[in-house]
């Protein structure tokens, strides 16, 4: 029996430990490796850290960076504001069949891929499309406008495309306070606000930071949304490592820029954690 | 004085349902009341009503004299203990206990002082800094008493607060409770569809059904002088016939039972004539039993029987007793003094029992 | 704020008013997308020229519809069949794990499974330009070694699979792994009881209930893999998935072919997630 049991959980460790292994432990330490190399000549390398010194000295790059990581947090905030209500109506306001439908809805867009998403916002924004017309035909303007290319276009796509993945653990979350637990908030004395600040959310604590990490992250690795939406003024951090990677086949500055990303989504996630006292397991497992 | 809570002509519908039927009752200053029913009868739809989370469809509800339907349930001076406690688990006992407090204003120091003092009341000291999971079910039930208590409101209400417990600590709580309202000294509403929880603890008791209160009284009102058939079979447990009155006299009668046995019982000033059909209703321990007709001589209802079962249950054990043509069962009470403790299944037994106990209501009223 | 507490009419109605303003900013690029799917121009946007199906069925220049688009429809196939691929190996691997992190205690288990929830904070672009990187490497040692030139090392299909497959197996982990939580582990022993043996036990009586899940996770890896682009940008070879495809054709210009593939994916996902839904509904 023992031995059974053995064999069974060597079965079972084997392909999670191929996989984080293979597919993320090893590429990560080559990335890292690669990062490291400076290119003294034709195929020639020695090891240091020319690559992030070049990441460092460059305003350019830095200048995305800080740009890419603030713009995300301003896109998690504008998500959290603006699906906190709309999650609580669904989970807390809402009842039986409605409630089922409203949530489907919100889960509609994520059924699309992105780039459908993004490419019906062109639509919309561009200085041809939809919105601009209206505004014509409204007087409201004389000629046509352009509302694409800029920052705040780039803001509009990546609240849209991330909402879902607020929405749905706040849903969760907010479902999982009993409605008796708000009415003894209001038969104590509560005020609709006093109860929404001490009781509500801290209750929904944990859904609110699951919904921010994934949120972010999906913000900060984003490429889609900067590129078809954003002006040529407006870079984003991705769009540099991909030209590194494919355009320059400058492997060993991408490499560095890549894990720069990755330190600073580690380093806010790692933030974002201990400022709540959440864990990584209770907020995402 | 003015009653501590009055409701007049309370009537609640939902949609086509009406939960509350003309509801009209009032609770005197300092007194434990119940209402007792089944579940759905729509006791708990009174209660929320009061709190305020419910608004009547017509009727009025007064607290101290003054109507409190146009009072937000934030505003009302009436306090809940929910059904599952509600204690707020983002928050510490000490939290918990002070958050009313800390709606009104009240300077943290004395908020901290009467903290203390209520958890003293309640004889957890010095637990004010621990969460909610780390207390047992009979604690957390204290603390959210006390987290009513302090806030000093006129009514505190009981939405069945025990029903969670198991059977030992509900025992306890019961006598807990009865105490914390005396030592507070603040009228409390309680709703439960337990009979013992009422009887045990409640000065009033409301019994409900189908939305209507079918009788208020104290416990012993309802046990013994019950007003319908409904509170009759409800409170306490009894044997129950149905079948047609026969004959009539004053406040005795005779009634035939559908199955033909022919009892004697009481109608007790309600209206009953010959030929009605009716419902006899006879407690299992107005019965007595006996080895020989003799002894039952001076009841008006006897009968000759096996023992179709026992069922022992200590102090409280009882037989099954099958009348000789085996039509009928009726449930007897063994007498405590272990007299027929050697009683044996099929064995011969007589029993008797006055007229006066066998409780007579026309039928269809329920 | 629930229904049963009373509140102002103002409020109420401004909170609906904001409910609906926002499932109208849901809906809004949605619709657009769909309705320019049937604009009989060059070029989604307004004028409205007319209403056509050319975008769909049209095989004449200059509207030749999606039916007729020999590389779009390559590249929905070849969306296609890594989408199969990623979503049975992430099923597997995600079935295999829910079952070891349920079922056994083992030293360093809590590490590994924070381990295994990392992927899911990695930006999707980093996964992809790591497992460029690695797989590179090693195949650069493999011909320096023994000569071997492993195809499925250059960026291509395989690497795609394998870098989608590297974050989507931590959600088909996380979805079977919830619903193995409730199951009731005395039905096994119940099974064990009767006369199984253990293997036999699992497989007649835990995995029929962990099916829900599992059709669930493979949905949501078929889609998630169908949808996916920042890692597949990094990985992809000369055969462009549908994404992939679509970004390059937006990049030169977008005409109403466009939306009519949106519209067919869009057609697609809601049936599968709808499939989802049922199998989900059923126990």
């Not at chain 1, 989970?91 to 490419?119: D, H, I, N, Q, Y």
């Not at chain 1, 859904?207 to 690795?221: D, E, K, P, R, T």
């Not at chain 3, 969306?79 to 199969?84: K, Y």
């Not at chain 3, 029929?208 to 682009?229: C, K, Q, R």
Request: hydrophobic share 50%; with cysteine.
């Amino acid at each position: 029996m023992r031995a059974q049991a053995k064999l069974g959980l060597f079965l079972l460790l084997s392909p999670l430990l191929l996989w984080l292994t293979l597919l993320i432990l090893i590429p990560h330490v080559d990335m890292l490796l690669v990062s490291l190399r400076e290119r003294i000549g034709v195929g020639q390398y020695q090891i240091g850290l020319g690559n992030y010194f070049t990441f460092f000295s460059e305003p350019l790059y830095l200048r995305t960076f800080l740009r890419t990581a603030v713009m995300s947090i301003l896109a998690t905030a504008i998500t959290l504001l603006i699906a906190f209500p709309v999650s609580y109506y669904i989970a807390k306001m809402a009842r039986g069949r409605v409630r089922s439908a409203l949530f489907l809805l919100c889960l509609v867009p994520f059924w699309v891929s992105e780039l459908v998403r993004t490419f019906g916002w062109m639509i919309l924004l561009r200085e041809t499309g939809i919105i601009s017309n209206l505004l014509q035909i409204l007087n409201l303007t004389d000629g046509p406008v352009e509302l694409l290319y800029n920052d705040a276009a780039i803001m509009v796509g990546l609240v849209y495309t991330s909402m879902l993945f607020m929405v749905v653990p706040l849903v969760t979350t907010l479902e999982s306070l009993p409605d008796e637990v708000i009415e003894a908030g209001y038969d104590l004395g509560g005020s609709g606000l006093s109860v929404l600040r001490e009781i509500v959310i801290p209750h929904a604590m944990p859904g609110i930071v699951s919904g921010c990490i994934v949120v972010f992250m999906l913000s900060l690795g984003n490429y889609l949304t900067p590129t078809m939406l954003g002006g040529k003024d407006s870079l984003w951090f991705t769009e540099l490592i991909y030209s590194q990677f494919i355009v320059r086949f400058n492997w060993e500055l991408g490499a560095a820029f890549g894990f720069m990303l990755l330190i600073l989504s580690s380093t806010i996630v790692w933030g974002m954690l201990k400022l709540t006292g959440q864990s990584l397991e209770k907020t995402m497992g | 004085m003015t009653p501590d809570l009055e409701c007049l002509n309370l009537v609640k519908r939902f949609g086509d349902t009406t939960a509350v039927d003309t509801v009209s009752f009032d609770v005197p200053r300092g007194s434990f009341f119940s209402i007792l029913g089944p579940s759905g009868c729509g006791k708990t739809t009174i209660m929320r009503m009061i709190a305020g989370f419910l608004e009547p469809t017509s009727g009025d509800i007064q607290i101290r004299g003054r109507s409190v339907l146009n009072t937000p349930p934030n505003k009302r001076p009436v306090n809940m203990v929910f059904q599952h406690l509600a204690l707020f688990p983002m928050m510490t006992i000490a939290e918990n206990i002070g958050y009313g407090l800390r709606r009104k204003g009240m300077p943290r120091d004395e908020i901290a002082r009467k903290v203390d003092e209520a958890l003293e009341r309640i004889g957890l000291p010095g637990i004010g800094n621990r969460k909610v999971d780390e207390l047992s079910g009979g604690q957390k039930q204290r603390v959210a008493i006390a987290r009513c208590m302090v806030l000093e409101p006129d009514v505190l209400l009981l939405d069945e607060p025990l029903g969670a417990l198991d059977l030992k600590l509900r025992e306890r709580m019961k006598v807990e409770l009865k105490a914390l309202q005396a030592a507070f000294d603040t009228t409390f509403i309680y709703i439960t569809h337990d009979q013992s929880e009422a009887l045990v603890m409640s000065d009033q008791i409301a019994v409900m059904n189908n939305g209507r209160f079918e009788q208020i009284g104290s416990g012993q009102d309802l046990y013994y002088r019950p007003a319908s058939a409904f509170v009759a079979g409800f409170v306490g447990d009894t044997n129950r016939w149905s079948g047609q009155v026969t004959r009539i006299e004053g406040d005795e009668m005779e009634i035939r039972t559908d199955s033909g046995l022919l009892l004697r019982g009481a109608s007790h000033g309600r209206p009953l004539s010959a030929g009605d059909s009716a419902q006899i209703f006879v407690r299992p321990e107005a019965i007595r039993i006996a080895h020989d007709t003799e002894e039952l001589s001076h009841f008006d209802n006897r009968m000759t029987g096996r023992v179709a079962s026992l069922l022992f249950n200590g102090a409280a054990s009882r037989i099954i007793v099958q009348d000789p043509d085996g039509r009928e069962e009726i449930e007897v009470n063994l007498p405590q003094s272990g007299e027929f403790a050697g009683l044996k299944r099929g064995a011969e037994v007589h029993i008797g029992w006055s007229g006066a106990q066998g409780n007579c209501f026309a039928a269809g009223v329920r | 704020m629930i229904p049963s507490i009373p509140r102002s009419r103002f409020l109420t109605a401004s909170y609906t008013a904001y409910i609906v303003l926002f499932f109208i900013f849901l809906a809004l690029p949605l619709v657009v997308v769909a309705v320019f799917a049937f604009n009989d121009s060059q070029f989604p946007s307004l004028p409205w020229e007319g209403f056509t199906w050319s975008w769909f069925f049209g095989d004449a220049r200059p509207m030749i519809g999606v039916f007729h688009e020999r590389p779009i429809l390559r590249a929905i196939g070849t969306s296609a069949i890594v989408a199969v691929f990623v979503s049975i190996l992430s099923v597997g691997v995600g079935l295999s794990n829910a079952f070891l992190f349920n079922r056994y205690r083992f030293p360093g288990q809590g590490i590994l499974y924070v381990f295994m929830l990392l992927p899911l904070v990695i930006p999707g672009i980093v996964l992809g330009i790591s497992i460029l990187v690695a797989s590179s490497r090693a195949a650069e040692g493999l011909w320096d070694m023994a000569q071997w030139d492993v195809a499925a090392l250059r960026p291509g299909l395989t690497l795609v699979i394998l870098g989608q497959f590297s974050f989507v197996a931590t959600i088909a982990t996380l979805v079977i792994a919830a619903r193995l939580q409730k199951f009731d582990q005395t039905l096994e022993e119940a099974a064990l009881n009767l006369g199984a043996n253990r293997l036999t036990a699992v497989r007649t009586v835990t995995l029929p209930y962990l099916m829900p899940a599992m059709i669930g996770a493979f949905v949501v890896a078929f889609l998630m893999s169908f949808e996916n682009f920042n890692t597949t940008l990094m990985l992809v070879g000369s055969d462009a998935p549908l994404t992939i495809a679509m970004f390059d054709r937006l990049k030169e210009g977008s005409t109403p072919l466009l939306n009519a593939v949106s519209l067919l994916l869009m057609l697609v996902s809601s049936g599968l997630a709808l499939i989802m839904i049922f199998a989900q509904r059923r126990d």
